[in-house]
């Protein structure tokens, strides 16, 4: 089974947070025998708010920029070591 992106991810949480929590309260037994047992009530917690999808795509924009930049040096790097590996070799 492939592996769950971060983006998959990131959808999954804000379902999860995003879902209303249920909390339940037991009547008073002042009430009717035909009242219901228990209510629910909708309670808003204090969660993070899903960012936008423009927040999203700049944020992905900024890591793969990261991403890019590293593996930029670091070829550049291996390139250079090599060069110089070449001229020790050949005695220029």
């Known amino acids: 089974m492939p592996k769950k992106t971060r983006r998959e991810k990131l959808k999954a949480e804000r379902r999860r947070l ?3 929590s249920f909390i339940s309260k037991p009547a008073s037994s002042e009430s009717n025998a035909t009242a219901p047992l228990s209510t629910f009530q909708f309670h808003a917690s204090n969660q993070k708010k899903a960012r936008s999808a423009e927040t999203e795509n700049a944020a992905e924009l900024v890591v793969i920029t990261r991403d890019l930049s590293k593996t930029l040096i670091l070829a ?3 390139i250079t070591i090599e060069v110089f590996i070449y001229l020790l070799h050949h005695g220029k």
Do not use: E, L, R, W
């Open 18 to 20: 995003s879902a209303p």
């Open 76 to 78: 550049v790097i291996a």
